[in-house]
C-alpha cells in the first residue's frame, strides 16, 4: 500500500474509533494516562509508527499526511493524539539515529514493534566507561511512558562536557516518577523518570544534532523539524472540534431565560464566523512552512535558514491562534461551560497547556525578528 493510501485508512480507521476514542479521553482524565485498551488500538493501526524507517516495519509519512493523522485523532481526543504524536516523534529518533549495532536490539526483527518514550533534551551525565556510559539525571515530561518500552534522553558525557549525547534504554531500567498531577492534558501521562547509575553501551546513543544515519528523506530534517509537524496539527484538530461543539451548543443556549439564543446573536455569529477563518489560515500557514522546509531538506538544502526558521514560527503561530479561538468562544458558553461534563473546559485547559511545549516557545518569534533586523541590515552594507 502506498503512502497515500497508508494515510487514507489511517483516516478512515481513526474516524470509525471517533468514539472509542472519546470514551478513553473520558478516562483519561482520571487515570492521568491513556487507557490501556486505548493504546492496544493505536498499536493495531500501526499509528505509533508513521516516523519509523521502512526497513523496520514502519509506515514513515510525508509531513502533511502525518499532519492529517494528528489532526484527526486530535478531533476525537487530544490525549490519544498526544499520547500518538509522542510515540511517533521519540520512536522515529531512534529508528532515525541510533547506530545500527544499537538499532538492532530496539528493533530486533520478527518481534513487534516498540513505543519510546521520553526527550532527547541533556539533562542528564555521563561518566565514560569501557562500553560506554554510566548515565544518571532526571528527565521530565515524558508522555506516554506508562505504555512504553524503551526511554529516550539526553545527557553530557564527562569525556567531552559540550558535546551532548542522547540514549535509548529499556523503561525497566529507569525509575518512573509519578509528577502529572496538572490542570491541562491531564490524560497524556507525561511523567517524569530518573537514571541513577545506569550503564548504556555506546551502540545505545548517538550525538544530538548529528545527520541520522537511515531513513530516507524523512531524515533529511533536523530534528526539530522532524518534529515540528505535531503540536500545530493537534491543536487545529482540538480547534475544529471546539468550533463544532459550541455551534452545538449555540443552537440551544440563551445567556438569559426566554431570550436569544446563541445562534441568534450577531456577535457570536460573527466569533464563530472568524474563528472559523483563523483557524483555517493558522492550518495553512503551518503547512505552507512545513512543506518548505522539508523541500528543501528532501533536495539538499537543508541548511538553509529561511525555510527552518519560517516552519518554527509558523509551529508557533498555529498553537497559539488555535488556543486563543477556543478562549474567544469558550467567554460565550456561560458559566454551563465551567463544568467538568463540558468538552468546552476540557478544551480550553488543553489548548492553554499545549502552548507551554518547548517546540512552540516564542522565542521562535525572536529568531524571525533577528533574521529580519541582520537582513536590513546587509542590504544596507
Known amino acids: 500500500m502506498g503512502e497515500a493510501g497508508v494515510t487514507a485508512r489511517l483516516l478512515a480507521d481513526i474516524r470509525s474509533c471517533r468514539t472509542e476514542f472519546e470514551a478513553a479521553g473520558e478516562r483519561a482524565e482520571e487515570l492521568r494516562t491513556l487507557p490501556p485498551e486505548a493504546v492496544e488500538t ?33 478531533y476525537a481526543d487530544v490525549s490519544t493524539a498526544w499520547a500518538c504524536m509522542i510515540g511517533n516523534g521519540c520512536t522515529g529518533m531512534a529508528g532515525g539515529w541510533l547506530p545500527d549495532a544499537g538499532v538492532r536490539r530496539v528493533f530486533p526483527p520478527a518481534q513487534p514493534l516498540p513505543v519510546v518514550a521520553g526527550q532527547p533534551q541533556p539533562r542528564g551525565t555521563g561518566r565514560t566507561v569501557s562500553g560506554g556510559y554510566v548515565v544518571s539525571g532526571r528527565w521530565s515530561f515524558a508522555s506516554g511512558i506508562l505504555h512504553s518500552s524503551w526511554v529516550i534522553g539526553g545527557f553530557r558525557p564527562d ?7 542522547v540514549f535509548v534504554i529499556p523503561t ?59 503540536v500545530p496539527p493537534l491543536c487545529v484538530g482540538m480547534a475544529r472540534r471546539a468550533l463544532d461543539d459550541m455551534t452545538e451548543l449555540a443552537s440551544h443556549t440563551a445567556r438569559f431565560a426566554g431570550r436569544e439564543t446563541l445562534s441568534e446573536r450577531a456577535v457570536f455569529l460573527k466569533e464563530l464566523g472568524r474563528a472559523e477563518v483563523k483557524v483555517r489560515a493558522a492550518r495553512l500557514l503551518h503547512r505552507d512552512a512545513i512543506q518548505n522546509a522539508y523541500e528543501a531538506a528532501r533536495t539538499g538544502n537543508g541548511a ?13 503561530y498555529a498553537v497559539e491562534t488555535c488556543a486563543e479561538v477556543i478562549s474567544d468562544l469558550f467567554r460565550y458558553g456561560g458559566g454551563r461551560v465551567l463544568s467538568l461534563s463540558s468538552p468546552m473546559q476540557r478544551h480550553l485547559r488543553n489548548a492553554l497547556a499545549a502552548r507551554q511545549h518547548v517546540a512552540v516557545t516564542e522565542q521562535h518569534y525572536e529568531t524571525v525578528g533577528r533574521e529580519r533586523i541582520q537582513s536590513s541590515k546587509s542590504r544596507k552594507d
Open 42 to 74: 493505536l498499536r493495531a493501526l500501526g499509528a505509533f509508527w508513521l516516523k519509523t524507517p521502512g526497513e523496520f516495519g514502519g509506515t514513515p509519512l510525508h509531513p502533511l499526511e502525518f499532519c492529517d493523522v494528528i489532526e484527526e485523532m486530535a
Open 159 to 165: 569525556s567531552a562536557a559540550d558535546r551532548a549525547l
Open 304 to 316: 538553509a535558514d529561511g525555510p527552518r526558521i519560517a516552519a518554527k514560527a509558523a509551529s508557533v
Open 172 to 230: 525497566d531500567e529507569v525509575e518512573v516518577i509519578d509528577t502529572w498531577q496538572v490542570a491541562g492534558l491531564q490524560g497524556t501521562g507525561s511523567l517524569d523518570f530518573s537514571a541513577d547509575q545506569v550503564f548504556v553501551p555506546e551502540e545505545l546513543t548517538y550525538q544530538l544534532g548529528a545527520d541520522s544515519v537511515r531513513g530516507g528523506d524523512l531524515f533529511r530534517q533536523e530534528l526539530h523539524l522532524l518534529v515540528s509537524n505535531e
